[in-house]
């Protein structure tokens, strides 16, 4: 196999960028170098004037260009992996929405299949799936259909385990659900990763959920009740709890651009953070009115999509807007970049993707100093055009 290196360019490493040389070899880093040493007899590609980070970790997207990932065919998956590799996104977590349990589990099943086998040259990875809904809250259901809403009974919990033949990675739960806090622990017995979300949980009842393993958090803010200083809600056991990543969408819409700021302001939850897309069909579509896979009507308005009761339905922004936006508040880019990357991946116990080392799967991003992709590496293949 033949090795070349990148150069002179800035490096994230851990959660600070300095300038270093990474030799790629194969599908795999072979060895990130000081910025002096030499390399050797190889290919080297000068990086100068460059940023280098780990592929992005998109953890929760639901589709892009008109294509919903719970079609779950190898054409609308492909689609929208090229989509999201296209913008640096090299793996990522397919979202499900709120239909009938029938069709998630025949989703969940096709999706499996998918994620289990090797990605085109030119598409982001599937890590497997994140149950968004039915377990979650009728107060808070965002644009998930209510009338598909379930108890997550151990019967149903088993239900979309076995539909995703060990593919099912992270499930959003509301943990005040009657049978919530047990779900969550059933969940976790069974390596998922529980996601506190779509809740109207109390401060009590979401420190129980994540006692019992609940080890995320979903959109922060969104389809949550606000904090007020005698009720607190779910947002402040999140953030005071060093056991639990939270999911962000930082557009500047779904929270706000100082908002965004004050969490990445406090070291110990800025290392938690981990941004998002909770990209959907829309994503890429131009403005006008648009009907989503599940059904839901949506109107796309500068980007904006919203159910027809004016209520955000999704996004279509991508990880790296979020970095742009993270950025232009203030945030360290090392931070954001960290958020966009290595954050996401741990939260789900990966340690060969989502961070440049020695031996990590060779997923580069190569961004110039606007936060522009110059080229995007997907296991050690430069993307083309």
Request: charged share 20%; glycine share 10%; hydrophobic share 45%.
């Amino acid at each position: 196999m033949s090795a070349y290196a990148f150069v002179g360019g800035r490096v994230l490493v851990g959660r600070e960028l300095r300038h270093a040389t990474i030799v790629v070899e194969g599908s795999r880093i072979r060895d990130v170098l000081g910025a002096d040493d030499a390399v050797g007899d190889i290919e080297v590609t000068d990086a100068s004037g460059l940023v280098i980070v780990p592929g992005f970790i998109d953890t929760h997207v639901h589709g892009a260009l008109g294509r919903n990932l719970m079609e779950a065919s190898a054409e609308a998956v492909g689609v929208v992996s090229r989509h999201l590799a296209m913008r640096g996104v090299t793996s990522y977590v397919a979202a499900t929405a709120t239909v009938p349990l029938p069709d998630i589990e025949a989703s969940l099943s096709a999706l499996s299949s998918l994620s289990s086998g090797e990605s085109a040259d030119d598409e982001a990875g599937l890590l497997g799936i994140h149950l968004e809904g039915p377990f979650i809250s009728p107060d808070r259901p965002g644009v998930h259909r209510r009338e598909f809403l379930l108890e997550p009974t151990a019967n149903h919990i088993d239900r979309v385990i076995d539909a995703a033949v060990g593919a099912l990675r992270i499930c959003t739960i509301a943990p005040e659900l009657a049978q919530g806090l047990a779900a969550i622990e059933r969940l976790t017995s069974a390596g998922v990763v529980p996601s506190i979300g779509h809740t109207n949980a109390d401060a009590v009842t979401t420190s129980r959920a994540i006692d019992a393993g609940a080890a995320r958090a979903t959109h922060l803010w969104n389809a949550m009740p606000p904090v007020h200083h005698r009720a607190p809600g779910p947002v402040t056991a999140i953030l005071a709890d060093s056991r639990v990543r939270p999911e962000i969408v930082a557009d500047g819409i779904h929270v706000s651009a100082e908002m965004l700021a004050a969490h990445f302001a406090i070291e110990p939850i800025a290392e938690r953070m981990m941004l998002v897309s909770d990209g959907s069909d829309v994503t890429g579509l131009p403005d006008g009115p648009h009907q989503r896979w599940e059904g839901t009507l949506v109107s796309l308005t500068d980007g904006v999509a919203r159910a027809q009761s004016g209520s955000i339905a999704g996004s279509t922004s991508s990880i790296l807007d979020g970095v742009r936006t993270l950025s232009a508040a203030g945030v360290s880019l090392a931070d954001a970049l960290y958020s966009a990357s290595t954050s996401p991946a741990e939260s789900l116990g990966y340690t060969h993707i989502g961070r440049i080392a020695r031996g990590a799967k060779a997923d580069l991003v190569i961004l110039d100093e606007a936060l522009a992709v110059r080229r995007v590496v997907l296991r050690g293949r430069e993307l083309g055009p």
